[in-house]
């Protein structure tokens, strides 16, 4: 099926919102976004991609966040955007990549704030996943290989640095329903129902573009 939607993807840690958004872009034959956002973020801005990665959905107490709320006073001729920390920089040349990649046609974004930076394109379908505290901690444990030891402190500080990420750039609170148009429970659903429940509501919302 030829479709026009762009499906972006919110993702608690452990949840199998990657592999998730990697399937439905296998299912429908289009591109899918991830940190491949950084590279491309990367060739487009001249920083080197291994320090965009150390930058990648890390938020950060800046001059962005006074630029956004319109609260930074232009004294000199330096441009503001040259004085911003390299976390903001990430942010902006990932959030053009992400608008550059829409324009192209439909594609599934995972993570990088893609929801609020794409708030205003009506051909998009936002979704976020989550799942319950057990299936992530054996998820990542299994197929991440993170020591069972340091499983539970790990999910709560990803959890932290994504909804930190999100909500200091958006200004809006991760996770919000409000914020999505489809949530989906992965532990309660299963990966392949999941997959499912995604491009079923891609086909409906085809039908009203």
Not at 42 to 64: F, H, R, V, W, Y
Not at 127 to 138: C, K, L
């Amino acid at each position: 099926m030829r479709i026009h939607t762009i499906i972006t993807i919110a993702r608690q840690y452990g949840s199998g919102g990657r592999e998730i958004g990697e399937r439905v872009a296998k299912h429908f034959d289009i591109p899918f976004y991830n940190k491949d956002l950084i590279t491309l973020a990367a060739k487009q801005s001249g920083m080197s991609p291994e320090i965009l990665e150390k930058a990648d959905e890390k938020a950060t107490n800046s001059l962005l966040y006074s630029l956004m709320m319109g609260n930074y006073t232009f004294g000199s001729q330096v441009s503001p955007i040259d004085n911003l920390p390299i976390n903001d920089k990430v942010f902006l040349a990932q959030s053009q990549v992400i608008r550059e990649a829409a324009e192209k046609g439909p594609c599934v974004i995972v993570g990088r704030c893609a929801d609020y930076v794409l708030r205003e394109n009506k051909n998009c379908l936002h979704v976020y996943v989550y799942a319950n505290h057990f299936t992530r901690m054996d998820r990542i444990i299994k197929q991440y290989g993170v020591d069972p030891a340091k499983a539970a402190d790990t999910l709560v500080k990803q959890d932290k640095q994504r909804a930190n990420y999100y909500n200091f750039y958006s200004n809006q609170k991760w996770g919000n329903p409000e914020n999505y148009d489809l949530l989906v429970d992965s532990s309660a659903f299963g990966i392949e129902n999941s997959i499912d429940l995604i491009c079923q509501a891609v086909e409906m919302k085809e039908k009203l573009l």
